[in-house]
C-alpha cells in the first residue's frame, strides 16, 4: 500500500517563497506520475503542476514562472518549489500518485498554505 505525505505549508507574506513535499512510502514501480492540487475554500480542487517518472512537467497557467517542480526518484519524494507567492495562492495542497499498470491514485492529507497581504 503506498501512503503519501506532504510537508513544508505554513503562512508567508506576499511575495515569500514556500517548498512542499511529498514522500511516498511503499512500493512504486513502472510509470507513473505525481501532481500537486491544491482546493481553496469554496473553490474544486485544481492541478497546480505535475511531473512524470520520465521527467516531463507540467503547470497550470496562473504558477507557471513561479513554481517548480521537481523529484528525487531514489527517495520517492517529490518538491514544489513556490516563488512569489500570492494570495490568490492560499489553499490547502495536496499531493496525488498516479500508477498507470495498474491504475491505481493515490492522495496525501494535505498541507495548508496561507499566503498573507
Known amino acids: 500500500q503506498v501512503q503519501l505525505v506532504e510537508s513544508g505549508g505554513g503562512l508567508v507574506q506576499t511575495g515569500g517563497s514556500l517548498r512542499l513535499s511529498c514522500a511516498a512510502s511503499?512500493?512504486?514501480?513502472?510509470?507513473?506520475?505525481i501532481a500537486w492540487y491544491r482546493q481553496a475554500p469554496g473553490k474544486e480542487r485544481e492541478l497546480v503542476a505535475d511531473i512524470s517518472s520520465t521527467g516531463d512537467t507540467n503547470y497550470v497557467d496562473s504558477v507557471k514562472g513561479r513554481f517548480t517542480i521537481s523529484r528525487d526518484t531514489a527517495k520517492n519524494t517529490v518538491r514544489l518549489q513556490m516563488n512569489g507567492l500570492k494570495p490568490e495562492d492560499t489553499a490547502v495542497y495536496y499531493c496525488?500518485?498516479?500508477?498507470?499498470?495498474?491504475?491505481?491514485?493515490?492522495w496525501g492529507q494535505g498541507t495548508q498554505v496561507t499566503v498573507s497581504s
Open positions: 496525488r500518485l498516479t500508477t498507470l499498470s495498474p491504475l491505481r491514485r493515490y
Open positions: 511503499g512500493s512504486i514501480r513502472g510509470n507513473n506520475v
